[in-house]
């Protein structure tokens, strides 16, 4: 009975002084607490801090800002203090070579691009209205040659700015690693604005408006070439356990733009899902053993939390999270990397320089908000306000507009263009030209967190739209009633046709947001994402584009394989069967149904033997009447 009184006292104690989110008044703050880990308690220093405000931002930060390099924390966090931001909060990140390289061996990413990734544990990631998110993620890496982004012209990397010692190890560096990269004797493949300017071995420069491959791999080594066209595309799956890759469905995180990965995942939904095994953590250190740890975590309503607490396992960090009423929260690298800082002071102090931290601003200003035909566009990287001028990253603001965008390296010059109108500009210049006439903007065109920021006002109006300032909801709103959703498809088209993949996809999506039926963009993307083997994706704009356009047999046909593709072997054999039946003289039709009955599952050999003979009798190419022959003798010896 004393045990009870004394539980219940101490669950009375720990609901008194858990500040609960509702009743905050401060919108970041600090305590040490007391907290139940089983039978005993221990000292939690925590922070909270109130991501509903829109002045405040998650970043990850890494030592002198690139990749294999360790400082003291207190620096790591105070380098994105600026005239107009302020360090509220830190924590140490990710884990990282303590007694190697120094490299980050999480995943990272920084205002929107991935700067290193890793399949194992968990991510945080927030957007771009701060929401956070939760995800065991597979992140992979591929690209393409002249638009061809199938075997043999297309290639895929190990990894981003990490080092591996295999000699066939293939590895994208970004500038987030350096100016420069030792390729040793392997091919540097050097790109910048999506052409190969240069193949080389030995010490490499990393360009900022590109990237450099290392190759290893004979195979791919030999693959590329100056002039090139290339392009990439950095994917994300969730990670499905059940299976030995680990790369389950697709994930979209486009939106998020920083994102941490260490782990393991504590508590879910309120609920202790401590699994360090299935997460890839392995080592007793991990396991059982008990050392200071720190956490990240969210609470109802935005509440974002994290702390360090001294000589607990991984289940005990667990059941304080969950006692501290935390819905969602992860475990980062700990021991001596263990750092929390607050107020300008290291709370938390780590035994050993780290290589990166999450940490928390705020502006010191209210940041711009904007929206377009009413919707409110979200960027990699924040707008800011210079000269009562809303200043707007470029590419972001030129794909919302409908505009092109681009860079000319050799003369500096940058630009958009939309229909008839061009405007020319440069870096940390008031000048610009439109269709060669000068003149001046208020602000001058400037590089910010690697991204050029263009003068938002000027940029729609001169492509035809409107844009005003609400007070009300501090809020600027643009309007644009010209993005023709044609003019959009034809843009998109010419983009997927230059190798520009990733725009082109961007594009097609905006053809959909402004005429949700038009069903070439629909098409498109079932296609690319078919080429791609995204077959969900595939299949939902292959169904939507045959409501639209059903007596699209070839559609039909494509729609049968994404369908086999996926499992789903009694849909694609009703769509063969259908084909079959109505254009029973087409010989892919009724190979294809012959495919079904043998191999998807099914192995009904009669049924098949059926299809490929009656295929033959369609009168079809040589190459495909060889091909259905093998078939039939692999029948037969089944």
Excluded at 143 to 156: D, L, Q, T
Aim: charged share 20%; proline share 3%; glycine share 8%.
């Amino acid at each position: 009975m004393k045990r009870t009184i004394g539980l219940f006292i101490l669950f009375a104690v720990l609901l008194s002084i858990i500040p609960q989110p509702a009743y905050a008044q401060e919108k970041a703050w600090f305590k040490t607490i007391k907290v139940d880990i089983g039978n005993e308690t221990r000292d939690v220093k925590v922070v909270w801090i109130d991501m509903k405000d829109p002045m405040y931002r998650a970043e990850v930060a890494l030592a002198n800002g690139q990749a294999g390099q360790v400082d003291s924390f207190i620096n790591i966090a105070e380098q994105l203090s600026d005239n107009e931001t302020e360090v509220v909060a830190a924590i140490n990140g990710t884990f990282f070579n303590a007694n190697s390289d120094l490299q980050p061996t999480g995943t990272i990413r920084l205002q929107g691009r991935t700067a290193f990734f890793s399949n194992l544990g968990t991510c945080i990631g927030f957007t771009g209205n701060n929401e956070i998110e939760f995800a065991h993620l597979y992140t992979s890496v591929s690209g393409s040659i002249n638009g061809n982004w199938e075997y043999p012209y297309n290639w895929s990397v190990w990894g981003i700015n990490q080092n591996y010692t295999q000699e066939n190890a293939d590895i994208m560096y970004t500038p987030d690693f350096g100016k420069e990269v030792d390729a040793g004797s392997k091919s540097a493949i050097i790109i910048r604005n999506g052409s190969v300017t240069a193949i080389q071995k030995g010490i490499s420069p990393i360009y900022s408006d590109g990237y450099t491959l290392v190759i290893g791999s004979p195979t791919y080594s030999v693959m590329f070439k100056v002039g090139d066209k290339i392009d990439c595309r950095v994917n994300t799956n969730h990670i499905d356990h059940k299976i030995a890759e680990k790369k389950g469905a697709e994930l979209d995180w486009s939106h998020i733009r920083t994102a941490l990965g260490a782990g393991p995942m504590l508590v879910n939904n309120g609920v202790i899902v401590l699994n360090s095994q299935q997460e890839g953590f392995t080592d007793v250190k991990f396991t059982t053993n008990r050392a200071q740890r720190s956490f990240i975590g969210e609470m109802e309503n935005g509440i974002l939390v994290i702390g360090t607490v001294s000589s607990v396992t991984f289940y005990e960090l667990a059941t304080a999270l969950k006692n501290m009423n935390i819905i969602n929260g992860m475990n980062l690298d700990g021991g001596a990397s263990s750092g929390l800082y607050y107020g300008g002071e290291l709370l938390t102090a780590p035994s050993r320089k780290l290589s990166n931290a999450i940490v928390i601003t705020k502006k010191k200003t209210r940041p711009a908000r904007l929206q377009l035909n009413g919707k409110e566009l979200f960027f990699d990287t924040d707008p800011y306000f210079e000269n009562n001028t809303t200043m707007v990253p470029m590419r972001g603001i030129a794909e919302a507009l409908g505009a092109e965008a681009g860079w000319d390296s050799e003369t500096g010059t940058l630009w958009m263009v939309k229909g008839d109108t061009k405007v020319e500009m440069w870096n940390n210049s008031k000048l610009i030209k439109v269709n060669g006439v000068e003149q001046e903007l208020l602000a001058p065109v400037k590089v910010v967190y690697n991204r050029t920021h263009v003068p938002a006002r000027f940029m729609t109006e001169i492509f035809g739209g409107s844009i005003y300032f609400d007070y009300d909801n501090y809020m600027v709103v643009m309007s644009m009633d010209n993005l023709d959703a044609n003019e959009t498809y034809i843009r998109a088209v010419s983009k997927l046709d230059s190798g520009n993949t990733d725009e082109a996809l961007k594009l097609f999506s905006k053809v959909l947001e402004l005429d949700p039926a038009h069903a070439g963009a629909m098409l498109k993307l079932a296609r690319h994402y078919g080429s791609t083997w995204e077959n969900e994706k595939a299949k939902t704009y292959y169904e939507q584009f045959l409501v639209i356009q059903p007596d699209d047999l070839n559609v039909w046909n494509s729609l049968g394989w994404t369908y086999a593709n996926l499992g789903d072997v009694p849909k694609a054999l009703q769509v063969f069967e259908t084909l079959t039946q109505k254009n029973p003289q087409t010989a892919a039709y009724w190979s294809a149904l012959g495919d079904m009955y043998a191999h998807y599952q099914l192995q009904d050999v009669a049924n098949a033997r059926i299809c490929y003979e009656k295929a033959l009798t369609c009168n079809p190419s040589d190459s495909m009447k060889a091909n259905l022959n093998e078939k039939l003798k692999k029948l037969a010896e089944m």
